[in-house]
């Protein structure tokens, strides 16, 4: 694996994942062996005209292959470790890659928020921001927290607790050394599988615009560009699955934030009104039982 660090070391980022459990600060090509089916080049770019010639070419267009589909279900996991405890947030909705929105629902352990149960979070995924409903940390239950992801230094690739989409699969765009692993099946579904790396500073240069942002300022925040990945496609070029995997250092042990992101039910209808700016809280956001409070 190739490890990540932030360049801040501490904070509000130290606690990545668990940021949804109201700990956090606010505002602040090498091909390898083909399979049956050939060289794990899909054949949708291909009947569209364009000819995905590697294994990274096929990686890269994973963003505009799901804009061209419109939509998607989506099911996400973000495991965190750090000092032998292991937590895991997941999630669940839809997103449209269009208009890059979306509405998940986050789930907490137990205890990840210092209680025995928590409320699953409303999360609405938006260029440039991140909505939060029952956020906790004294926000109050009918407001939303707001959060500008191109201030975030992880552009919001972990800090949400879930990965945004868009940015998982810009992300991609900065794919280097690819690695066709084989074909393998998710849920019935016959998949090409990818493994690299991924270069954050390339894929900030290459998202687009809508995106660019918050991939910039992950690409500052991180000291080391290389993200390692695994993506599955489909036949037609579509992304089912990727799993990026992170490492950075905190003032204590190293936290590793794995983030993994399924795709279904494409062409689904998805629903997203932001909330008004009257529903959007502007008080001070506890950063824990006992920590200090952030603006």
């Excluded at 099911?75 to 997103?95: D, K």
């Excluded at 191109?150 to 945004?164: H, K």
């Excluded at 942002?213 to 070029?237: M, Q, R, W």
């Amino acid at each position: 694996m190739v490890v990540q660090q932030q360049r801040c070391g501490g904070g509000a980022l130290a606690v990545c994942a668990l940021a949804v459990a109201g700990v956090m600060t606010v505002g602040s090509g090498c091909s390898g062996a083909g399979g049956a089916g050939g060289d794990g080049v899909g054949e949708r770019a291909v009947a569209r005209g364009v000819r995905a010639t590697t294994p990274a070419d096929v990686v890269r267009r994973a963003a505009e292959e799901l804009a061209a589909a419109g939509s998607a279900e989506t099911r996400t996991s973000m495991e965190t470790a750090a000092g032998g405890t292991r937590v895991t947030i997941r999630g669940q909705g839809s997103y449209d890659f269009r208009k890059q929105l979306g509405r998940i629902k986050v789930l907490l352990p137990k205890d990840a928020a210092g209680a025995d149960e928590h409320r699953p979070i409303t999360e609405l995924l938006a260029p440039g921001a991140l909505y939060m409903k029952n956020r906790g940390a004294g926000v109050p239950d009918d407001k939303w927290v707001r959060i500008d992801t191109t201030s975030l230094e992880d552009g919001n690739l972990v800090t949400g607790g879930v990965t945004d989409p868009t940015a998982a699969v810009e992300l991609l765009r900065g794919a280097g050394t690819v690695t066709y692993v084989g074909r393998t099946e998710l849920a019935g579904v016959p998949v090409r599988h990818y493994r690299g790396t991924a270069d954050l500073g390339r894929a900030a240069r290459e998202a687009s615009p809508s995106s660019r942002g918050a991939l910039t300022a992950a690409a500052k925040g991180f000291s080391t560009d290389s993200v390692p990945f695994d993506a599955y496609l489909d036949d037609e070029g579509l992304l089912r699955k990727v799993r990026h995997r992170f490492t950075f250092a905190t003032e204590g042990p190293a936290v590793a934030v794995v983030s993994t992101m399924l795709l279904y039910g494409f062409g689904a209808p998805v629903s997203v009104e932001l909330p008004p700016d009257a529903d959007i809280y502007t008080g001070r956001v506890q950063q824990g039982r006992s920590g200090p409070e952030a603006p």
